[in-house]
């Protein structure tokens, strides 16, 4: 059971942070700026008036490449993590870091081969598998 003195610094932290919050919704609430013109409530992006509806459909293609993004980009925070503690892991950490980036090197040439980063509407192409011809 935590005593009352260790809990103090958060509940500390809390009352400011409401606090801040609250102000910061009355200040922008007393200050703001009212409108009553009717072109208020339309849509407005860059000066351009909207034009129909704003429920597009994406292709498939392009959730793929976002997946894609992120995964590899999250792999960059693991080679971060282990460029910071380089001297602590030495030579095992280096071998280690070497066969992930290893294996995402052979992802990213896998999903390159299969077609999985192409956008055009050809089909992707199959990938031959040694001695075997095609005809």
Request: charged share 15%.
């Amino acid at each position: 059971m935590t005593e009352p003195l260790e809990l103090w610094p958060f509940l500390l932290y809390f009352a400011a942070v409401v606090g801040l919050v609250a102000a910061m919704l009355g200040i922008s609430y007393v200050l703001g700026m009212r409108h009553t013109a009717r072109a208020a409530d339309e849509p407005f992006e860059s000066g351009i008036l909207s034009v129909g509806s704003a429920r597009i459909r994406f292709s498939a293609k392009f959730y793929l490449v976002a997946m894609f993004f992120v995964i590899f980009d999250l792999e960059a925070v693991y080679v971060f993590a282990w460029a910071i503690a380089f001297k602590d892991v030495g030579w095992p950490g280096y071998i280690e870091v070497l066969i992930f980036i290893g294996v995402l090197v052979a992802a990213l040439g896998y999903l390159w081969r299969s077609g999985a980063l192409d956008w055009a509407t050809r089909p992707p192409r199959k990938m031959r598998l040694p001695g075997k011809k095609t005809a």
